[in-house]
């Protein structure tokens, strides 16, 4: 499979990340006496089954993103209406000067002949409001599209965004893993590396609201400076 910048380390190494628990568990299981059975499933598949290992991959790839999109992203942002993009054009936010904010909105009309809401309408209703910025907002990600800096501003939103979904996934495997270990007395390195995943995973879900709103700002700011 052949990725572009964005997909290779926004989405597979995100992946990647998630299935070290599991690569911890299936090392140890074939290493053991458990389950001869195992190891002759892991060899045919290690030698001739290697397109099911990328299909599964691919898989996790669309379940990390599918987590992290739903569960995080759309309950943080309110879908789009929350969204630092969004905020920072309205009259109520102080994160850019009214002047800034003024040059965008004549911007976008000259540009796209949309007018974006004004005060009045905002006031009257903020979230018709923030709808009408939102959809402004596409029209400028459509203009300014990987321009410059941006694309490294996206990517870096979208690695740890979809990092965050595939960390659910992750920390159970994790868990499990340290149980397990555990219980059959495994080797230190084992139970020590999969507690280290399991904190490590929990963290990113505990302040994942943290990280995907600054990196969030930071491509936002970023839109706008290469749009104006």
Do not use: C
Not at 96 to 124: A, G, L, T, W
């Amino acid at each position: 499979m052949m990725f572009d910048k964005y997909s290779r380390t926004a989405r597979l190494y995100p992946a990647i990340i998630t299935l070290l628990p599991f690569m911890l568990l299936s090392i140890h299981l074939s290493n053991t006496e458990l389950s001869s059975l195992f190891k002759e499933v892991l060899a045919i598949k290690i030698t001739a089954n290697m397109g099911a290992a990328v299909v599964l991959l691919y898989l996790l790839m669309q379940a990390n993103r599918y987590i992290s999109k739903v569960f995080f992203e759309k309950r943080f942002f309110k879908g789009e209406l929350e969204m630092p993009t969004t905020r920072f054009m309205l009259f109520s936010d102080n994160e850019y000067s009214e002047q800034k904010k003024e040059h965008v909105r004549n911007k976008v009309k000259n540009d796209f002949n949309f007018d974006m809401p004004d005060f009045e309408i905002e006031r009257s209703n903020e979230i018709e409001a923030k709808k009408l910025i939102a959809e402004a907002v596409g029209l400028i990600r459509n203009k300014v599209k990987d321009g410059n800096l941006l694309l490294q501003h996206n990517i870096e939103y979208g690695f740890f965004r979809n990092l965050i979904g595939g960390s659910v996934l992750g920390s159970i495997t994790a868990i499990t893993g340290v149980v397990y270990f555990y219980k059959v007395n495994a080797h230190w390195g084992f139970l020590l590396l999969s507690i280290s995943l399991s904190v490590v995973f929990l963290l990113l879900v505990l302040f994942s609201k943290r990280i995907i709103n600054y990196f969030g700002k930071l491509y936002a700011k970023r839109l706008f400076i290469e749009y104006l």
